[in-house]
């Protein structure tokens, strides 16, 4: 259901910070109430899309429909919600996610190279750079620093001037969007978070083998591209 196009029709104005009750029907879903976001104010009848799914604590699933061409996370939407009081959430299942993280880089003398880091977390059985989600009111930069400690315990500093963006689909529907900067470990004290991370590695620059996916690939490429225009760093 999440990402229907649906057809909605405003009838009232559940906060002032951009939350509505509404109805609305589409294709495989029957009319029904639901409830309305968007960070601009929305009247009367408008084409939106299924972002959430609330699934409530008595068993029944509230849509939540934002208009078309905004993209809203999970915090922002939580937070728009806990503005009706008596909508008791027992998970929250969004259409689009959003993580930071970074390539993180230490010179190594014996390899003559760079080493990257790696994680393997939990669920994944795939080895990529250290991330996680965005949270209510942080930076992309904010983030990442943020879930490199909860990670991996290393305070890492970002380098100016590069950003990478992938988007991919887990689980078929959900449309993720990872952002990964360039960092430095100001120390070398990795301690893994066991509830999260399973083992990690570092491997040279040049070689990179270990990660699995194609735009971790590509990543690694740019990065090598950003050391061979800015030198040693
Ligand atoms: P986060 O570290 O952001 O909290 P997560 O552990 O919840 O992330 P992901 O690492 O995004 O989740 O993995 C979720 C799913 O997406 C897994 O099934 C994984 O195989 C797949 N996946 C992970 N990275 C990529 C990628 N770069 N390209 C395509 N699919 C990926």
Sequence with gaps: MLSTEVK???????????????????????????LIISRKSVYDNF????????????????????????IMYEPEIRNLLENMK??????????YEKSC??????????????????????????????????ELWENEKETAVREIKEETNLDVK??????????????????KRVV???????????RIQESEIDSYTWVPLGGAGGVTYDNDRRVIEKVRRYIAEHGRI
């Design 8 to 34: 909605v029709s405003i009838y009232g104005t559940l906060s002032d910070k951009g939350l509505y009750s509404g109805y609305v029907s589409g294709e495989n879903i029957p009319s029904q109430n639901a």
């Design 180 to 190: 990964f900067f360039l960092a430095v470990a100001k120390s070398n004290n990795i």
């Design 86 to 95: 008596q909508l008791k959430i027992q998970k929250l299942s969004c259409l």
């Design 47 to 70: 084409t939106g899309i299924v972002t959430a799914i609330a699934h409530l604590e008595d068993g029944t699933d509230k849509l939540v429909v934002s208009p078309r061409n905004e």
């Design 158 to 175: 970002i380098l100016d001037g590069f950003r990478e963006i992938s988007d991919y689909c887990p689980y078929g529907k959900i449309r």
């Design 101 to 134: 993280g970074a390539v993180i880089l230490h010179w190594d003398n014996k390899a003559q190279d760079y080493m990257i880091l790696l994680v393997k977390n939990h669920n994944g059985r795939f080895y990529s750079f250290p991330k996680g989600h965005v």
